[in-house]
């Protein structure tokens, strides 16, 4: 029942409801995201001190994420209140980017100085910036329109935020902005859909005994008589998949330009091959290809802290098209 209720998420785009406390490293972004391409294998020098093979080279499953730049739309103020978060103002960038109309209307003309001044006698304590994704770069996407999500601005006092958000807005970001090889991250992505399928699919439910009439794969009993009605506890069939999930503490083991370096022969099964930026992460990721993936920075950190970047002695590429 942890992820109850098993319905569809409201949007393709991961919402983060919870950032962490940011420590050291001055002030930056903790958040990015990107699309997953595809899963591979590569062998890496194991970093784990306390390991059998510490030392060793060890094989691990990868995923490739393409993560183009992002671009910085707009700062968003927050101020803490008893029913928690609310949004007291905001400043966008007078020069947008023209794919932007897609996703929501954009006024003509706009006077960012006005904004800023207004936002100056603003009572606040936190501070997040807007931004959006540019797929019109992906290769892999047959789309133009952005998503926009909320990313906040972390370390340091709240004036060097402020500072930080007023140099980021209206410029792109890039994943080094964000996190760098060795790091922890956590990753939200909206699952594979499925689809409706029954009960002992969806939740796992035992098969009635052989001697049950006409049907092996439904649950014994909806409830008692009385009350006269259905509790939602009971398991019964309904959508499956088109979650919003979050697995925590991935490891970036490598960031790179050129997608060359990890793009397999013949391209990532129904994405095709990586032009630009990429990360590997290690282990897999919630959802299909072609995927929005967001990161953030681990809220809850139980990883290794490494002081140098994992070292990856082979990526493989070899045809993941099933020839």
Known sequence: ?????????????????????????????????????????????????????????????VT???????????????????????AVGEVWSAKLDKHLPRRLPVPKEYDEKSAWS???????????????TQPVLVAGLPKKKPE??????????????????????????????FASEGA??????????????????RWGTKLLIH?????????????????????????????VGFHQRTEVNKRVLKIGDKGEEVTPRGGFLNYGQIAGPYVLLHGSVPGPSKRLVRMREPIRDTGIKLSEAPEITFVSLESKQGV
């Open 211 to 239: 001697k049950n009439s006409k049907h092996r794969r439904l649950i014994g009993t909806l409830g008692p008589k009385r009350p006269g009605l259905v509790r939602h506890t009971v398991p019964q069939g309904g959508q």
């Open 1 to 61: 029942m942890g992820y109850s209720p098993r319905k569809r998420a409201r949007s393709i785009t991961a919402r983060i409801s919870s950032w962490p406390d940011a420590e050291g490293n001055g002030t930056r972004l903790q958040g990015f995201a990107g699309y997953k391409a595809g899963m591979t294998h590569a062998f890496m020098v194991d970093y784990r001190p306390k390991s059998t093979t510490a030392g060793q080279e060890v094989q691990v499953p």
């Open 118 to 132: 207004k936002a100056e006698k603003l009572e606040y304590d936190d501070i997040r910036v807007l931004a959006h």
């Open 64 to 86: 490739v994420l393409e993560v183009p730049p992002m671009k910085i739309c707009g700062v968003r103020f927050y101020e803490s209140s008893s029913y928690g978060r609310k």
């Open 148 to 177: 926009l999500m909320e990313i906040r601005v972390g370390g340091g006092t709240l004036d060097d935020r402020l500072q930080y958000a007023k140099g980021a807005l209206g410029k792109t970001v890039t994943i080094r902005d």
């Open 184 to 201: 922890m991250v956590d990753v939200s992505s909206i699952t594979k859909g499925k689809g409706w399928q029954g009960v002992t699919k």
